[in-house]
T-cell receptor, first 111, second 115 residues
Framework: GEDVEQSLFLSVREGDSSVINCTYT??????LYWYKQEPGAGLQLLTY?????DMKQDQRLTVLLNKKDKHLSLRIADTQTGDSAIYFC???????????FGKGTKLSVIP | DARVTQTPRHKVTEMGQEVTMRCQPI?????VFWYRQTMMQGLELLAY????????DSGMPKDRFSAEMPDATLATLKIQPSEPRDSAVYFC?????????????FGPGTRLTVL
């Protein structure tokens, strides 16, 4: 079945860049997503990338997609304490309503 | 400000009791998802609906869990009888089928503790 893997923890210093990595197995993924979950809250879509793109930039966020290796990454520039959260990678297939989520990477930002 | 609402936000109950969780999807959304989040398993899809019809509930323990959509503005997840291993945060999410990308909008969750 489909699987999405990501490391569970990442710790960075405030002001540094954070890079969260994800691998997926479903070659028919159409869109890949990054969701953010703040403490005590539900998940919120942070950004997404279409599978025929290899990069997407949105302010401090850069998403890189290596479709050949089925590898997705999220880079957060100038990481702030407010970026401390759990980040979920997810993939979805065109025509399917379901998303397959990874287990989430807990980002801790040290002041 | 359209958002998914869930009630109750917290529930503490004793083993064997019935638990009902409610979700109001965003008005106009026609897909609804129920997820369970635990430290060990992460986020698990329990069931999802499109146009109020259940499309997949294979992630749900059938003997004790049931999910319904009595109308387009209400989704329910019921556990009867509840067990301590059901302790988790239960999320409801809604979306719009046919959208270019499948964004799911999550509610704040119901934190369930079964003693």
């Amino acid at each position: 079945g489909e699987d999405v893997e990501q490391s569970l923890f990442l710790s960075v210093r405030e002001g540094d860049s954070s890079v969260i990595n994800c691998t997926y197995t479903d070659s028919s993924s159409t869109y890949l997503y990054w969701y953010k979950q703040e403490p005590g809250a539900g998940l919120q879509l942070l950004t997404y990338i279409f599978s025929n793109m290899d990069m997407k930039q949105d302010q401090r966020l850069t998403v890189l997609l290596n479709k050949k290796d089925k590898h997705l990454s999220l880079r957060i520039a100038d990481t702030q304490t407010g970026d401390s959260a759990i980040y979920f990678c997810a993939d979805g297939e065109a025509g399917s309503y379901q998303l397959t989520f990874g287990k989430g990477t807990k980002l801790s930002v040290i002041p | 400000d359209a958002r998914v609402t869930q009630t109750p936000r917290h529930k503490v109950t004793e083993m064997g009791q019935e638990v009902t969780m409610r979700c109001q999807p965003i008005l106009g959304h026609n897909t609804v998802f129920w997820y369970r989040q635990t430290m060990m398993q992460g986020l698990e899809l329990l069931a999802y609906f499109r146009n109020r019809a259940p499309l997949d509930d294979s992630g749900m323990p059938k003997d004790r869990f049931s999910a319904e959509m009595p109308d387009a503005t209400l989704a329910t997840l019921k556990i009867q009888p509840s067990e301590p291993r059901d302790s988790a945060v239960y999320f409801c999410a809604s979306g719009l089928s046919g959208a270019i990308y499948n964004e799911q909008f999550f509610g704040p969750g119901t934190r369930l503790t079964v003693l």
